[in-house]
T-cell receptor
Framework: DQQVKQNSPSLSVQEGRISILNCDYT??????FLWYKKYPAEGPTFLIS?????DKNEDGRFTVFLNKSAKHLSLHIVPSQPGDSAVYFC??????????????FGTGTRLTIIP | GAGVSQSPSNKVTEKGKDVELRCDPI?????LYWYRQRLGQGLEFLIY????????KSGLPSDRFSAERTGESVSTLTIQRTQQEDSAVYLC?????????????????FGEGSRLTVL
């Protein structure tokens, strides 16, 4: 049961343009959402997060939008830079069957910025 | 160091052998996760430790996989009788609890992973 879905395995964007990465979830009890970025041979690193009580959070070139009614969030990167080329994972925080906080990750989207 | 530390960084083993992977989380982090990423795949949840609560083992793929954690410190992931399909990067991550408190980001800090190759 994939509760967090990233339906686009890859995305290519021209340098300077906007990159939009999408994520859908099924569990309405998720209360926090995060985006991670992963370079090859490195562990994922935190990028930006958003609480379920908000619909937008912005940090520099990165903005995350949350649409709770659609159970959809997106990450916007503008302007896109070559260093943004990486795999991006969406993650959602909820309560596990054991009553503890638990992060569930999507399968990732590989973003390639074309110079 | 201040980050999550994993060892070994690379492990090559023969099919059928047991392997043990180690994770040192960030001091004070009560939550610890193990994930794995097989080639071309996403992050696959394996197991989750939260303080002294019973671990969530729902992601372990078979009974050949087990993990332990001593209090809120080191964790070891053990794979018995390794198979070729176990080849992957095994990632450990830790964080504080309750990501919504005190303006926390809920950030999970990852180690660099242990790359396991089963021949």
């Amino acid at each position: 049961d994939q509760q967090v879905k990233q339906n686009s395995p890859s995305l290519s964007v021209q340098e300077g343009r906007i990159s939009i990465l999408n994520c859908d979830y099924t569990n309405s009890m998720f209360d926090y959402f995060l985006w991670y970025k992963k370079y090859p041979a490195e562990g994922p690193t935190f990028l930006i997060s958003i609480s379920s009580i908000k619909d937008k959070n912005e940090d520099g070139r990165f903005t995350v939008f949350l649409n709770k009614s659609a159970k959809h969030l997106s990450l916007h990167i503008v302007p896109s830079q070559p260093g943004d080329s990486a795999v991006y994972f969406c993650a959602a925080n909820g309560i596990s069957n054991f009553g503890n906080e638990k992060l569930t990750f999507g399968t990732g989207t590989r973003l390639t910025i074309i110079p | 160091g201040a980050g999550v530390s994993q060892s070994p960084s690379n492990k090559v083993t023969e099919k059928g052998k047991d392997v043990e992977l180690r994770c040192d989380p960030i001091s004070g982090h009560t939550a610890l996760y193990w994930y794995r990423q097989r080639l071309g795949q996403g992050l696959e949840f394996l197991i989750y430790f939260q303080g002294n609560s019973a671990p969530d083992k729902s992601g372990l793929p078979s009974d050949r996989f087990s993990a332990e954690r001593t209090g809120e410190s080191v964790s070891t992931l053990t794979i018995q009788r390794t198979q070729q399909e176990d080849s992957a990067v095994y990632l450990c991550a830790s964080r504080q609890t309750n990501p919504g408190l005190a303006g926390g980001t809920g950030e999970l800090f990852f180690g660099e992973g242990s790359r396991l190759t089963v021949l």
